[in-house]
């Protein structure tokens, strides 16, 4: 019996729900609404430490993020040190207690992850996993870890060496890579939420739960402007029928709080991802939140779309000029709806119609903005709505 557990974990992150057989589906589904957390790089880069991690976890339980849902607190790139005769990876000196780290997270009531990829060198030139898979994925248990980002980076390099110009079997090189550590992490028995970084590439929607993702990146990286999140929110339309409980697509980090975005476009920003069914991974300096940007990432109603049971993915079912409307059915029977204007003309939008039969809005449904707080009752079409360069209308619409 003991053999067939690996197996059923694999199972249990790899395929979707409905796909299980019934017996598996009553266990509980690794990832099974978008991860939430906070990851180093955005603002630290190469630069973070042990103790920048301490004191991320202290600020994300003070600020009230982890009794919002944010738990991850995960290490990007350059914690890695060298690898001994045996071929087991050490920290380096930025990270002198990796057992101790993970101790420290837990007893906080967060978890915490890590990054490496399947090359021989990560993205920033530190040592990774190719031919190590196991003694990795076994280290990073008998650390605690609880979230893997595995990022391509320095692999492509070998499917270039391996097989130039040759497009499909450096697909299959990229799934089987991606699989291996998949396999890997089922066999330590615990439960680590396994995150595809690959940019996108060769559409991996289609295949990321194939090799056992539990989240891929569908796009290359966000920038810290609104163009850029613009950009790959509408990167994403038609791919919702490839997420779902236990794999989701990732647009990558959030970057609220972050450069020069205002207010709206930091509200429009987190309320698209909640709207995309995304992980929401912080990416901000911890130490200067603001009222406003705790706000915005702490707003449970927004959340609560996000973490939606169902795990539908919205779709955009309008656009008109710089107008978009998005549409997510709800676990409730609801619909989570969102109008936005994406232009970048100074003056209001005025007079914008809703199309809420198109968004699958049924008449009677009650109306509640969202950003707003505060309850619209029963609207129909001819509700005018008034937006300003780069805001968003988000209504939860309920039976």
Known sequence: ?????????????????????VAAQTKPVLAATPPMGWNSWNWFAGKVTQD????????????????????????????????DASGVLHTNE?????????????????????????????????????GHEQQDADLYASWGIDYLKYDLCGFRKKMDADAPGDKLKQNQMMRDAYAKMHAALVKTGRP???????????????????????????????????????LIANSNIGLGKYAGPGH?????????????????????????????????????????????VTGVLTN???????????????????QEGPVQIWSRPLADGGVAYAIINFGEDQTFLRGIGLHLKEAGVK?????????????????????????????MLLVRFSK
């Open 1 to 21: 019996m003991r053999r067939l557990v690996p197996a059923l974990l694999a199972l249990a992150v790899s395929l979707p729900l409905a796909a299980l057989p």
């Open 94 to 130: 930025k990270f002198p207690d990796m057992k101790g780290l993970a101790d420290y997270v837990h007893s906080k009531g967060l978890k915490l992850g890590i990054y490496s990829g399947p090359g021989d060198l990560t993205c920033a030139k530190f040592e990774a996993s190719l």
């Open 248 to 292: 989701w697509n990732d647009p990558d980090m959030l970057e609220v709080g972050n450069g020069k975005l205002t207010l709206d476009e930091n509200r429009t920003h987190m309320g698209m991802w909640a709207m995309l069914a995304a992980p929401l991974l912080a990416g901000n300096n911890l130490t200067k939140l603001t009222p406003e």
């Open 300 to 318: 449970r109603e927004v959340i609560a779309i996000d973490q939606d049971t169902l795990g539908r993915e919205a779709e955009r079912v309008y």
């Open 363 to 391: 008449p009677g449904m009650k109306a509640r903005d969202v950003w707003g707080a505060k309850d619209l009752g029963s609207i129909k079409d001819d509700y005018k709505v008034t937006l300003k360069r780069h805001e």
């Open 52 to 83: 920048d991690v301490k004191a991320a976890a202290d600020l994300i339980v003070s600020s009230g993020m982890r009794d919002a849902g944010y738990v991850y607190v995960n290490i990007d790139d350059t914690w890695e040190g060298k690898r």
């Open 192 to 230: 680590i939420v396994y995150s595809l970084c690959q940019y996108g590439w060769d559409s991996v929607w289609q295949w990321g739960a194939e090799v056992g993702g539990n989240l891929w990146r569908t796009t290359d990286d966000v920038k810290e402007n609104f163009p850029s999140i613009a």
